[in-house]
C-alpha cells in the first residue's frame, strides 16, 4: 500500500492541523474517523477536493469490514466478499472497473431470498443424501407464496411485528404451506438464507421494513482478487494514522477536538464519524456535548447483527462443483451453507457462514473449535470429507472494533433511523453502511454514504472561508462508463 501511513512513534502530542488551540491555518481541515469503506471513501474525496484531512483508524489495519486475508497465499474475504448489484447504477461500478477487478456473479437479479440458480448450489440433509432438485424448486416456490402472504398481513396490521410472527400468522390461515419431512426443512433453509441476508433471526427482524432497501439489479458478484485493492486505491497518498482509537469528540461553534485513547488531540474544521453502529451503540467514543436525543434514538434502535466466516483451506476439492452447499436441518439454527471458492475463484476453499445466534454462539468458541464446528457440518453431508489443512475464522460481533456485521431493521422500529444517522449534527458528519437508508448493510451503501458526507462537510467548511467557488464538486463522472468484468453472464 502507498498510503502515507504513520505510526504513533512518529507523532508528537497535538499533531494538529487546521486550528491548533484556536489559532486559523489557511486551508480548511477534516478529520476522518474510521478507515473502513466509508472512511477511506470520504478522505480520499476530501483530499481531493484540497481540503487537509487526516484519518484516524483504531486498528493496525485499513479496511474495516473489509477484511482481505493473504496468509493461504491468495485472497480470500473474511468480511464482504460481493458487490451486490452488478451494474452501471451501482456507486461503486466505476471504481471496480477503472480496477479491472474481476467478479464472479454467483446468483441473477433478485436471487436474495428464494430464486437462487438452482444449477449452481445443492442441499444435503445431515444423512448426507442430497435434496432432489425439484423439491428445492418446489419449495422455493412456495416460500415465495409465503412471503407474498405475509406482505397482505403487513397490509392488514397498523402494529408491526416480526417475519417470524408474520410467518406463523401466514401458516395459521394457510395450513397447506406447512410443509412436513425433508420439504419442511428445505424451508426452513431458505428462512435461514434470509437471517444470512440480515445477519439477524426472523423473530427480530422487522415485517415492515424489512424489504425497504433497494436491490440493484445485475445479481451479485464476488470479488474474485478481494475487496481490498480497492480500498488501497482509495487509500492512496492519504494521511493515516494507524491505530489511533478515538475515544472523544468535542464540537464547538469554530471545529472539532478529537482525542485519541493515548491522550493525543487533533483539531479541524469538522469531521467525518465512520465507525460502526456497534462502536456507536457501545458509547466507547464520547461526544461532548452529548449527541441530541434523536440521534441517540437513532443509534440504540436501529439493530446490528451478526454473520461470520469460518474459512477452511483443504489440500484438495472433494465436493460438488457447485458455488453453494447447503445443509437442510429441522429449525433455521440447525441450516448452513458453505460458499465453494474453488468454482468462484479456483482456490480449495470453502466458507462456513452462520448468521444470528447461530454466529453469536460460534463466536464463544475457540478458534480451533469453531473451525471444527464447521467441519462436523461438512462430515455429516460429505462423509469422506478429508481435514482441512488451515482455517480462519473471523469474530465481527466481538470485535471491538466492529461489535456486529452489519445493521438491520429491527420490530417496531422505522426504517428512516438510516437517515436519522446520516444526517449531521453541527460540524459532525456521519458516514457507514448504517447511515445508507437506500443500501444498508452493504459496503456500496458505506460509499455512498461517504460521498454525501463529504460533500455535505466540504460545503459547510468551505462556506467558512468564503472559498466555495473555488472548489469542483467531489464526485468525478468521467468513469462511470467503464464496464465492470464478469466472468460468469
Ligand atoms: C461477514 C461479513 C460479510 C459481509 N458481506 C458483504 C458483502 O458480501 N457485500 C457487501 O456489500 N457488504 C457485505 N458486508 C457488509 C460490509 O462489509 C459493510 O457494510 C461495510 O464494509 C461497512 O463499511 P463502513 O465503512 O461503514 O464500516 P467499517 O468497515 O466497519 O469501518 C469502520 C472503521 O472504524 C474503525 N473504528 C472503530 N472504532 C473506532 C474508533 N474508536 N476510532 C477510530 N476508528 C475506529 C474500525 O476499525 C473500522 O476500520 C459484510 C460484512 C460482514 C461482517
Given amino acids: 500500500m502507498e498510503s502515507r501511513v504513520k505510526s504513533n512513534s512518529q507523532l508528537r502530542r497535538a499533531d494538529c492541523f487546521g486550528k491548533v488551540d484556536g489559532q486559523l491555518q489557511r486551508s480548511p481541515s477534516v478529520i476522518v474517523i474510521g478507515g473502513g469503506m466509508a472512511g477511506v471513501a470520504a478522505a480520499r474525496a476530501l483530499h481531493d477536493a484540497s481540503i487537509q484531512v487526516v484519518l484516524l483508524e483504531s486498528r493496525e489495519r485499513l479496511g474495516g469490514r473489509i477484511h482481505t486475508d493473504y496468509s493461504f497465499g491468495f485472497p480470500v474475504d473474511l468480511g464482504a466478499s460481493w458487490l451486490h448489484g452488478v451494474c452501471k447504477e451501482n456507486p461503486l461500478a466505476p471504481l471496480i472497473g477503472r480496477l479491472g477487478l474481476p467478479l464472479y456473479r454467483t446468483s441473477e437479479d433478485n436471487s436474495v431470498l428464494y430464486d437462487h440458480d438452482l444449477e449452481s448450489y445443492a442441499l444435503f440433509d445431515m444423512d448426507g443424501i442430497q435434496v432432489p432438485q425439484e423439491l428445492v424448486k418446489k419449495v422455493g416456490k412456495v416460500f415465495e407464496m409465503i412471503l407474498e402472504e405475509t406482505d397482505k398481513v403487513r397490509q392488514e396490521l397498523s402494529e408491526d411485528i416480526s417475519i417470524l410472527q408474520a410467518l406463523s400468522i401466514v401458516f395459521e390461515r394457510k395450513p397447506e404451506f406447512r410443509l412436513e419431512g425433508l420439504a419442511h426443512k428445505v424451508l426452513q433453509w431458505y428462512l435461514c438464507r434470509m437471517e444470512g441476508w440480515f445477519a439477524a433471526d426472523s423473530d427480530t427482524i422487522s415485517l415492515k421494513c424489512w424489504d425497504q432497501e433497494e436491490l440493484l439489479p445485475g445479481g451479485h458478484g464476488l470479488m474474485v482478487r478481494g475487496y481490498l485493492p480497492v480500498i488501497h486505491t482509495l487509500a492512496k497518498g492519504l494521511d493515516i494514522r494507524l491505530g489511533h482509537r478515538v475515544s472523544k469528540i468535542e464540537r464547538r461553534y469554530n471545529g472539532v477536538k478529537v482525542t485519541v485513547e493515548n491522550g493525543e488531540t ?23 456535548p452529548k449527541l441530541p436525543d434523536w440521534k441517540e434514538a437513532a443509534i440504540a434502535d436501529l439493530g446490528v447483527g451478526i454473520e461470520n466466516k469460518i474459512i477452511l483451506h483443504f489440500e484438495n476439492v472433494f465436493w460438488p462443483n457447485v458455488e453453494f452447499l447447503g445443509v437442510v436441518a429441522e429449525t433455521s439454527y440447525g441450516c448452513s451453507y458453505f460458499l465453494n471458492l474453488h468454482k468462484a475463484a479456483g482456490h480449495p476453499v470453502l466458507v462456513y457462514m ?9 463466536e464463544k468458541m475457540s478458534d480451533e473449535a469453531a473451525a471444527n464446528f464447521a467441519f462436523m457440518q461438512l462430515k455429516k453431508i460429505l462423509p469422506d470429507a478429508s481435514s482441512p489443512i488451515q482455517y480462519l475464522v473471523s469474530r465481527w460481533g466481538t470485535d471491538v472494533n466492529s461489535l456486529g456485521s452489519y445493521s438491520y431493521d429491527a420490530v417496531g422500529k422505522p426504517h428512516d433511523l438510516y437517515e436519522r444517522l446520516r444526517v449531521p449534527v453541527d460540524n459532525l458528519f456521519f458516514a457507514g453502511e448504517a447511515t445508507s ?25 468551505l462556506e467558512r472561508y468564503g472559498e466555495l467557488d473555488l472548489f469542483q464538486p467531489v464526485m468525478g463522472e468521467e468513469a462511470l462508463s467503464i464496464p465492470l468484468l464478469i466472468s460468469r453472464l
Avoid: N, Q, W
Fill in 266 to 288: 487533533f483539531i479541524a474544521d469538522a469531521a467525518v464519524v465512520a465507525v460502526p453502529l456497534g462502536v456507536l451503540k457501545a458509547k466507547s467514543i464520547k461526544f461532548e
Fill in 354 to 362: 452462520p448468521a444470528g445466534r447461530l454466529a453469536k454462539d460460534i
Fill in 437 to 461: 437508508a437506500l443500501y444498508p448493510g452493504s459496503v456500496h451503501g458505506a460509499f455512498s454514504t461517504a460521498m454525501m458526507a463529504a460533500e455535505d462537510c466540504r460545503m459547510r467548511v
